[in-house]
């Protein structure tokens, strides 16, 4: 390597404000009107931020724009690989407008929901955004509105066009209030009109992930990732685990996307709420084993919209979340709409440095196997080896060279005590990849020999302060390296 092309690939990857690398868990924050701006999304990115997601059920595309824009001029002025992740609505159902916004409703009272929009919003006449309700719902059933503040039982159902619900707790119903249907069997289709319309957007736009909510079943996920593949977008897809009936087909779910979303707000919901802390760990468990990044959502520090410091409780969930082996926590309003978005960003940065200091011993026992029957069974061993010896040598860190992610995603999943550098010459592959659980990113086009890439490699994490002379690290990589194939090689090299 020359010494101009030396210094273009250090700048490239020169930092002053990330992290020193210590923490692996990677956090995820919702933009809205308390950070939407470049100075706000700097600090935020200072403070820790590792992606952004655009919350698509609010916000116009303009307001989008804007951020994906910021979000953009952060990643090249300050040479980072900060990822953005765009959240479709999906088939969200609300009531409509409720006549002087307040419905005050005792235990026994009758609410009568209709198909029409213009309904004046009174016991007599509520609309609701879902046409075929009376048709699929079914006299018993239970009805929960306002994030499960209010439940209702269906009492009576003409299977056309109005349904009668019980209240069966006292409380009031404002306008606009979700609903949600844990015991109805939901005909609609995962991506509405409204994703439809967000997704065309989108897919001109340099996202990395593209998140779809309420997903069921792994065929929902068929959609989107056509239209992502006929578009030649890069972005990688995302189902949110919303539904009962998700958890029900979780591992069909799992293989047919590139990562999960664990969005407790929906899930604790439609769900019994006691069976929520068992779900989200054995989510992230089969996530670890099929190399799926996870994304641990909702609530997390929901405290802190409002005040200076989260609850007991609060520290304890983001700390599990860590110690189960989520690839990342995820702030919504705490970020978007809070007083105090750097704080948050601060305090839950303080709380996984702490967990991740206890963290191996909970994950022994935990980590993912290599599958003999699969395709990519050689490449997973020598991943997974990687690991293996980087532990028993005590390497400083694992060294990998792709464009697909693939090595990434596998030695990500195996959680290595090691840190893990990751380099590419995909820019938005380098974005994507900042969501994996350890993963430092890294830009790298100079592909010659094996050997003179392995030795720029470390070079370059040597100028940058990761490794210094006499650390061990783990390289893995491909041979011949011009046909670019699947990771087939591992290398223990000695740093000069």
């Not at 020359?2 to 020193?20: G, I, M, Q, V, W």
């Not at 999960?260 to 760990?281: C, F, H, N, S, Y």
């Amino acid at each position: 390597m020359t010494l101009a092309e030396a210094a273009t690939l250090l700048e490239r990857n020169k930092s002053s404000l990330r992290k020193d690398g210590s923490q692996n868990t990677k956090i995820v924050a919702t933009v809205g009107p308390a950070c939407n701006t470049y100075e706000k999304l700097l600090e935020l990115v200072t403070a820790g931020v590792d992606v952004f997601r655009l919350n698509f059920s609010h916000g116009t595309h303009e307001d989008h724009l804007k951020v994906i824009g910021h979000i953009q001029k952060i990643n090249e002025e300050h040479k980072l690989h900060i990822g953005t992740l765009a959240d479709l609505q999906g088939p969200k159902l609300r009531v409509g407008k409720i006549k002087n916004d307040a419905l005050h409703l005792n235990p026994g009272d009758l609410i009568t929901i209709v198909n029409d929009e213009s309904a004046e919003g009174t016991a007599d006449a509520i609309y609701m955004s879902y046409d075929q309700f009376a048709e699929d719902c079914e006299v018993g059933e239970h009805i929960l509105m306002d994030d499960g503040k209010l439940v209702f039982q269906v009492a009576e159902t003409n299977k056309k066009d109005t349904v009668k619900l019980k209240c069966v707790h006292e409380g009031i119903l404002s306008s606009n209030k979700g609903v949600n249907l844990p015991e109805t069997n939901v005909k609609l289709p995962s991506m509405t009109e409204k994703d439809r319309v967000d997704l065309n957007f989108i897919l001109t736009q340099p996202v990395s992930w593209i998140a779809l909510s309420f997903v069921r079943r792994a065929s929902d996920m068929d959609d989107l990732k056509q239209a992502v593949k006929e578009s030649g977008h890069s972005a990688k897809v995302m189902a949110k685990i919303e539904k009962p009936e998700a958890v029900k087909n979780i591992r069909e779910i799992i293989r047919a996307s590139n990562a999960i979303m664990v969005a407790r707000g929906d899930l604790g919901v439609e769900m019994p709420i006691e069976k929520l802390p068992i779900t989200q760990k054995e989510i992230i468990q089969m996530c670890m084993q099929y190399a799926r990044p996870v994304i641990v959502a909702t609530q997390m520090m929901d405290s802190m919209i409002k005040n200076p410091s989260p609850t007991r409780a609060e520290v304890t969930d983001v700390a599990n979340a860590v110690l189960d082996g989520a690839d990342a926590v995820m702030l919504s309003g705490e970020t978007s709409v809070g007083h105090n978005p750097p704080l948050v960003i601060n305090t839950m940065t303080r709380i996984i440095e702490q967990a991740e200091c206890h963290y191996w011993p909970q994950i022994e026992g935990k980590r993912p196997h290599a599958v003999v029957k699969s395709s990519m069974f050689y490449n997973d061993v020598i991943c997974f080896n990687a690991c293996r010896t980087a532990e028993e040598i005590g390497a400083k860190g694992i060294i990998g060279i792709t464009r697909s992610g693939y090595s990434a995603f596998k030695i990500s999943s195996f959680r290595p005590k090691a840190n893990i550098f990751i380099f590419s010459d995909q820019l938005d592959m380098l974005n994507i990849m900042n969501l994996f659980w350890g993963v430092q990113c890294f830009y790298y086009d100079r592909f010659t020999t094996t050997d003179e890439t392995v030795e720029d490699c470390t070079d370059i994490l040597k100028e940058s302060g990761y490794v210094t002379t006499g650390d061990v690290v783990i390289n893995t990589g491909s041979m011949p390296l011009q046909k670019r194939t699947s990771t087939n090689m591992l290398k223990v090299t000695e740093v000069e």
